[in-house]
């Protein structure tokens, strides 16, 4: 029996940033004198899948990235900061509020 798996068509610009990230983490690792084994057992990944995230393999889930970043010490917390900061996204929805003419009349107590 062979497994279905889907490929997923990557973007040449998400391509880069994947890789950028792989690196990255490669650089954090080594700064941390870290190695490979040793990083991917505390991930519970095999050190074949860390290879591949060092590298920006877009076949590799997020959550092994995820275990990756966490294994040197929390840097999974780094996930966090993914699209905080949605500045086209709020330039778009304030698009569409619509602004009252005038300002609503004011109501007297009689």
């Known amino acids: ?3 279905d798996k889907r490929k997923v068509t990557i973007m040449p610009s998400t391509q880069r940033i994947l ?4 690196e990255q983490i490669r650089m954090a690792r080594l700064r941390r004198k870290l190695p490979m084994e040793l990083v ?6 095999s050190r074949a ?15 092994a990235y995820a275990n990756a970043l966490h294994a040197l010490n929390h840097m999974d917390q ?9 500045t086209l996204g709020r330039k778009l929805q304030d698009l569409g509020l619509k602004t009252p003419r005038r300002a609503p ?4 107590n009689e």
């Open 105 to 108: 009349k004011m109501k007297r």
């Open 49 to 63: 899948t860390l290879y591949k995230i060092e590298r920006g393999d877009s076949s590799v889930s997020m959550g």
């Open 78 to 86: 780094d996930l966090l900061l993914i699209a905080k900061d949605d």
């Open 40 to 45: 991917a057992e505390r991930a519970g990944i």
């Open 1 to 3: 029996m062979s497994e």
């Open 19 to 22: 890789s950028q990230m792989g």
